[in-house]
């Protein structure tokens, strides 16, 4: 078994490997002056299974150019297996045409993975569970809800708990999160603007005086996070926490969250959290 991780989140790649008791196998990226990327595998993988390490995470296009490269340069090199390890999978969130000429471009890259030679792919938490059916090769989809929700309930007294989905599309994944701390879970209504801002209206379950935990797939620009601890306040929530597998935080997120009246943020290591983003009140959990 060879692991290799590109330059999205090295340290998780070398945490699974430790975890395993195996060295990260080393590879090669580079940058000619034409802006090119150049990518060589430094380690023999003929008849080996490979993994490759790699999240969608800014520069996104580099990250998945570099990843498409090294899954072509691995297939041949012989690797008897490629297992393509994307613990955030960024273009989840374009799952459908929701408005006239555009490109699907979930399905779009889970294509291109299929060309460049993946025979397989890991992923966590994507956007919506369907996003799985873009891939014609087998899939791991494997969730950190377990993870998050054994922080809760060894960190909290979750007795006067209840998770809340920050929109429809959410419920299912907040389901799970209540299910899994036997906690009960309420729904907002929300409409999204624009890619930083949303509105939400009516709160559909019971809050008020209640410990809210909002259960989230990711936080990208915090626009949700704030709108709904706004929502939730004048609810009556006693206090609000957040829990999300993908910490993002992009754009204005960590100035939003830095201010934002929350007692705790609650993420994984699914992306890469540089040193001057992190807050007193944010939490990465490992998933390795
Ligand atoms: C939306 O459908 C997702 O579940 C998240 O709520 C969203 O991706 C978060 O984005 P942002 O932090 O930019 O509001």
Do not use: W
């Not at 590109?6 to 008791?21: F, H, Q, T, V, Y």
């Not at 809800?145 to 960190?155: G, K, L, N, S, Y």
């Not at 999160?177 to 729904?187: D, K, N, Y």
């Not at 410990?211 to 939730?232: M, N, P």
């Amino acid at each position: 078994l060879r692991i290799f991780a590109g330059n999205s989140n090295d340290p998780l790649a070398r945490e699974i490997c430790s975890k395993l008791g195996i060295p990260l196998s080393p590879l090669e990226i580079a940058r000619f002056s034409n802006d090119n990327l150049h990518v060589q595998v430094m380690a023999n993988v003929r008849e080996r299974d490979v993994f490759v390490v790699q999240s969608f995470t800014e520069p996104v296009s580099d990250h998945i150019m570099e990843l498409m490269i090294t899954l072509d340069a691995l297939r041949s090199a012989s690797a008897r297996r490629v297992t393509a390890v994307i613990p955030y999978y960024s273009y989840a969130r374009s799952d459908k045409k929701d408005a006239p000429r555009i490109s699907i471009t979930g399905r779009l890259v889970a294509d291109m993975l299929r060309t460049a030679g993946a025979d397989r792919v890991l992923t966590m938490d994507l956007h919506a569970d369907q996003v799985h059916g873009f891939f014609t090769m087998p899939v791991d989809h494997l969730t950190a809800i377990p993870t998050i929700a054994e922080h809760f309930r060894q960190h909290y007294d979750i007795s006067n708990m209840v998770a809340v989905a920050t929109d429809a599309g959410g419920a299912k994944r907040a389901g799970r999160f209540s299910e899994r701390l036997g906690i009960p879970m309420a729904i907002i209504d929300k409409r999204r603007i624009s890619d930083t801002q949303v509105k939400q209206g009516q709160v559909i379950g019971e809050v008020k005086g209640r410990d809210a935990v909002i259960f989230e797939d990711e936080i990208s620009t915090g626009g949700t996070l704030i709108t709904t601890i706004e929502t939730l306040r004048e609810a009556g929530a006693r206090t609000i926490h957040a829990g999300a597998v993908h910490g993002v935080l992009c754009g204005p997120a960590i100035e939003r969250l830095r201010e934002a009246p929350i007692e705790s943020i609650v993420v994984t290591n699914t992306v890469q959290i540089p040193e001057h983003k992190h807050l007193d009140k944010l939490t990465v959990l490992t998933i390795a």
